[in-house]
């Protein structure tokens, strides 16, 4: 892997040798130009993005955060603000102005082609995380009765300017989809085949208020690079490319990550989010769970008097309740992901339950034997206090898995994000549920 000495290119821009710096840049990729820019001060910063060539810097400024890019937006010219948005890709753009205060829209557009303005403002009217507001209209198109020669001269002509030429897209005189065609296909025809015979009709697609999540799954179960999106009179709109997925399967991943750790999703990096929003972003959750545990505070109040004839009782309860936890936990989690990828639907709510209880009964068995046994030796002859607390782990694994296992589906049944039944919510009912279970069969098989 190729790394660079970030130091002696901030030594570069400190002494303001910008030959130097404009050479250095030329052996870089993007990606890692945008990280260096990300480590310097303000005023090295705008330097060392204003060394950059003009067909880098549109790059470079798209791989940029939000506030940076503002940062670098309120320090340049005018005309140098419209070369990087001419040059910018229309989904980047997008991105960018939809996070940005709108004295800074008002400018960016300002300074933008009236054609650039118009294709922008169209994709900003599309719903937040819908197909529409992450594809781009940089695609290429072909028509049926087009040779295969005229076609890669069109390909040609106009390539440059398009996010990809690998697959094209043929439309008719209505730009209503009619199939697709690769290069490949092209370049290994003769000039004079036509391209209507040569496409593919059979085209996967989306419309462009379809979840943008779904798009990415299309684009990863179809081996995609591209995925042609379309309006509701299947007229070719846009594409979104195989980049855009993979950023949107982060971003819907990280998402999850945050709501099943019980914490409000934030778009924000870590380091660049405040400690108000952070808590602010934590404390409801952390309310209700905490008014949640009440609930086994009052169970154990309502079994007082049974924990004070046979207090050993009370030094099982932290044994079951998190193995009760952990096992719920484990279930939920993979018919979450279940979920996601699609391979679990609300149809399949009994066969889930049926092979939970079944996983349930097994691993239930085996650590209610555990414990019996381990019992039995510490404490000789308690045979009855064994089998209370080997009982009560076996129906406690059992309920886990079980409400682990349907809850994530109950909860898309009701259009609510699955991950929502994830770690702590899991736990906090398994609690509950597994203080009763061992109470309620402590009292009858001990007779307290």
């Not at 279930?331 to 079944?358: C, H, M, Q, W, Y």
């Not at 398994?430 to 279970?437: E, F, N, T």
Request: aromatic letters at 6%; one cysteine or more; glycine letters at 4%.
């Amino acid at each position: 892997m190729q790394t660079f000495d970030f130091d002696s290119l901030e030594l570069l821009v400190q002494h303001h040798q910008f030959r130097e710096l404009k050479a250095a840049f030329n052996t870089m990729q993007e990606v890692d130009i945008a990280a260096f820019l990300n480590e310097l001060n303000h005023e090295g910063r705008v330097y060392a993005f204003l060394a950059l060539d003009k067909d880098t810097a549109s790059d470079v400024f798209a791989e940029l955060p939000v506030d940076l890019q503002q940062e670098i937006i309120t320090s340049i010219t005018d005309q140098e603000l419209s070369i990087i948005i001419e040059d910018l890709a229309v989904d980047d753009a997008v991105d960018m102005l939809g996070e940005m205060p709108s004295n800074v829209v008002t400018r960016v557009l300002k300074n933008a082609r009236p054609e650039t303005r118009a294709e922008i403002n169209q994709f900003l009217k599309y719903p937040d995380n819908s197909a529409g507001s992450v594809m781009t209209a940089e695609f290429t198109s072909l028509h049926t009765t087009m040779t295969v020669k005229d076609a890669i001269a069109h390909i040609r002509a106009n390539g440059e300017d398009r996010e990809t030429i690998y697959s094209c897209y043929v439309i008719d005189k209505s730009h209503k989809l009619l199939g697709v065609v690769s290069v490949k296909d092209l370049l290994l025809a003769k000039d004079d085949a036509i391209v209507g015979d040569l496409m593919d009709t059979s085209v996967i697609s989306v419309t462009t208020v379809e979840d943008q999540e779904e798009a990415a799954r299309l684009l990863a179960k179809y081996d995609l690079l591209a995925l042609p999106v379309v309006d509701k009179e299947n007229r070719l709109v846009g594409i979104i490319t195989i980049d855009d997925a993979i950023d949107v399967l982060n971003q819907e991943t990280t998402e999850d990550m945050q709501i099943m750790a019980a914490t409000k999703p934030s778009e924000e990096p870590y380091l660049k989010t405040s400690v108000m929003e952070l808590a602010k972003n934590r404390i409801v959750w952390l309310m209700v769970l905490m008014i949640s545990d009440m609930v086994s505070g009052g169970i154990l109040g309502t079994f007082e008097d049974a924990l004070t004839a046979l207090p050993v009782l009370i030094t099982f309860i932290p044994m079951l309740t998190d193995t009760g936890g952990n096992a719920g936990s484990q279930s939920s989690t993979l018919v979450i992901r279940g979920l996601a990828l699609k391979e679990i639907n609300i149809k399949d709510f009994f066969p889930v339950l049926s092979k939970e209880i079944g996983v349930a009964m097994l691993c239930g068995f085996v650590l209610s034997l555990f414990n019996f046994i381990r019992i039995v030796i510490v404490y000789p002859g308690n045979y009855l206090l064994a089998a209370t607390v080997g009982g009560a782990m076996f129906c406690t694994v059992l309920m886990a898995k079980s409400i682990g296992g349907v809850l994530p589906i109950i909860a898309t049944r009701f259009n609510m994000d699955p991950a929502l039944m994830a770690s702590p919510l899991i736990t906090t009912i398994v609690d509950a549920g597994s203080l009763l279970i061992y109470l309620n069969i402590a009292k009858m098989c001990l007779t307290l």
